[in-house]
Every structure is written in C-alpha cells, then in structure tokens.
C-alpha cells in the first residue's frame, strides 16, 4: 500500500512564501505549539473538524446523529454566530473523529481538515501550477506544521518535484535531528527556516520546546549550499524588543555567507476564526497586527549586520533595501 501523509491544504498562486508564484503543500502534524501560530489547524496530525459558526443555522442534524454526545444542543442563531463567543459546539475530549456529524451536517458548518495523500496525488497537484512557475521562478513549498514530521514522506515529494524540475522550498521550524533535515537537503533549493527567539527559556514558554537544536542545525544548515532565507515572525511581548533584534542580527550575522535575506513578518490576528472553529480560545485574538512599517527600524538592525532584510517577505519584493555587504 502507498504510504499517505495528512495535508491540511494546497493553495496556489502563493507569494509570501519562497520566490515567484509557488503552490503550497501544508502537511500536518508539528511537533511545536508556537502560541501566535498562524496556522493552528496544522498542529495536530490527525483529522480534525472544523465548526464554521458563521454557517450553522442550529439545525440540530449533527447532535442527532452523534454516537458520542459530543454535541451540545443547539442555541440561538445569534448567540452562535456572535463573534468571541465562548460557546463551543463540540466537545472535542469526547469525540472520536467518527465524522458522522459532518456526513449529516447540509449546510457545510462541518467540515473535515487533513486529506490523505499519496506523494504522486500531491506531485500531480502541483505539476498543474507548472506554467506558473516557468517565468516566476516559482515552485513547490513544502510546508506544514512541520514537514520534518514526516521525514520520508517529505524527503520522496522533494524528489519527485526536483525529478520534474520543479523548484523546491523546505519551510521549516528546524525542530529536528540533523539526520532528518540532512535527508532531505539534497533535493531543496531553498531553505525557509524560522526563527523564533534566540533565548531558549523564553523560546520553550511560548513554542512549547527549547531552541538549542533549532540553532544547532542552522549552523549545520549554513555548511551546505543550500540557500536559506530566514524567517522571525515578530510577536508582540514575544520578540518584538530591541534586545532580541540585537541578538538576533548578531547571531545571523555568523552565517551571511549562505543567508539570502532575512524575512521579518508581522504578526496579525487573521486566524482567529480558524481557532475558533477548532473550539481553542486563543489568547491573542485581541492582540492588534503589527503595522508592517514599525518593523522597518528592527530591519535596518539586521541590514546593518550586511543582511538583506524584508518586512513581509514578499517572493516579489521589489522594495527590498538590500544589504550592500
Ligand atoms: S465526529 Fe465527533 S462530534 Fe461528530 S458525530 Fe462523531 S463523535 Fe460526534
Ligand atoms: S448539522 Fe450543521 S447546520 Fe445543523 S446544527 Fe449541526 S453544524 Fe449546524
């Protein structure tokens, strides 16, 4: 039997993430909790269900056929689609996954997150987007969660792209053995590694895990010739002081030879109605997105350190003010 792997989407025509128009392939499964994740919905690497409040018209269809009793009865409309609500419609400690609800829900709140796919039924996928990427410069990113999750899986998807001479991205959070990552390098052209924090206490408190592996293999990663564009995604009260741009750029610094640019991202609370259908009340859906223009000073930091630096990492960054050493 064909291996298979859960993929929580396939989106096209991307431009944020590696140069020219990609598609992008999210695995799931992470083996991070990073607490501004923007893409909750690809940490856990099983199905999950999804609730689209704003479509449940309380019909009531779902809690009938719930061998569970995971579903609480239904409530007004209103009260229901009424943004911040706590009200939660299942009882996700109780459920099994058995997707009966979904089957019986006509009105598409329910829905189901994680596809299994085969390497060749995602390679197929993203052959479609080829004429895309022929005057780009685009390709394949291999996203997640955590694409290292899965380490054969992703290392046979690599190949096939590189076999079909596809242009190919690893996004990672580098959380993995060296062996693991090593794997896949000769298959990648471009690495998006991230980087949280340089502070291993303070990385561990809000990602769930220390940092002394991620930055073990970034030292390793800048040995190879794969190139590598670094990712921060700057969090309010997480990693948005002087104090770690400093430590930061110094660090990065080390490795400018192999790093291409340096992307800083600005955090936005675009994703909370993902939490929210996941039934997670997440803490920072009140926090205001970051104005893309504050981030232009940390910027200059990293550019004074000879690294090319971006705010938004756009792959078509034309405004880039690039390092000139
Ligand atoms: S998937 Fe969960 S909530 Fe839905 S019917 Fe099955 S047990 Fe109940
Ligand atoms: S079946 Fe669908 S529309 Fe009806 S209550 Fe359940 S989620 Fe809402």
Redesign the pocket.
């Known amino acids: 039997m064909k291996q298979e792997v859960l993929v929580s989407d396939i989106q096209k025509f991307a431009v944020n993430d590696g140069p020219g128009i990609r598609t992008l392939v999210f695995l799931k499964g992470c083996p991070m909790r990073c607490a501004w994740c923007h893409n909750p919905e690809t940490q856990a690497p099983f199905p999950e269900?999804y609730w689209k409040f704003r479509l449940c018209v309380q019909c009531g269809a779902?809690m009938d056929?719930?061998?569970?009793n995971?579903?609480l009865p239904p409530i007004s409309p209103k009260d229901a689609q009424s943004e911040g609500s706590a009200y939660h419609k299942?009882l996700r400690d109780?459920?099994?996954?058995?997707?009966?609800?979904?089957e019986a829900c006509r009105y598409d709140a329910?829905t189901v997150v994680g596809k299994s796919m085969t390497a060749d039924e995602i390679i197929d996928e993203v052959e479609k987007d080829r004429p895309f990427y022929k005057n780009s410069g685009g390709g394949l990113t291999l996203s997640g969660g955590e694409p290292t999750c899965h380490p054969d899986f992703a290392a046979q998807i690599l190949q096939a792209a590189k076999q079909r001479g596809i242009h190919t991205c690893l996004d990672t959070n580098g959380f993995c053995e060296w062996d693991v990552l090593e794997k896949m390098l000769e298959n990648v052209d471009l690495a998006l590694f991230d980087l949280k924090h340089t502070d291993a206490a303070i990385h561990k408190q809000h990602t769930g895990v220390g940092n002394e592996k991620i930055l073990e293999n970034l030292a390793r990663l800048s040995e190879t010739d794969v190139d590598i564009w670094i990712r921060i995604p700057v969090v309010p009260g997480f990693n948005d002081s002087k104090a770690f741009h400093t430590h930061a750029a110094e660090f990065l610094s080390r490795f400018k030879n192999q790093i291409s640019r340096v992307d800083l991202l600005p955090f936005h609370n675009w994703c909370q109605d993902k939490y929210g259908w996941l039934g997670i009340d997440w803490p920072l859906k009140d926090t205001e997105a970051t104005d893309p223009s504050f981030l232009e000073i940390p910027a200059d930091m990293y550019r004074e350190k000879g690294l090319a630096a971006t705010v938004g990492g756009s792959g078509f960054e034309k405004t880039a003010k690039w390092a000139s050493g």
């Open positions: 269900i779902c056929v719930c061998p569970k995971a579903i299942i109780k459920c099994d996954r058995c997707l009966a609800c979904v329910l």
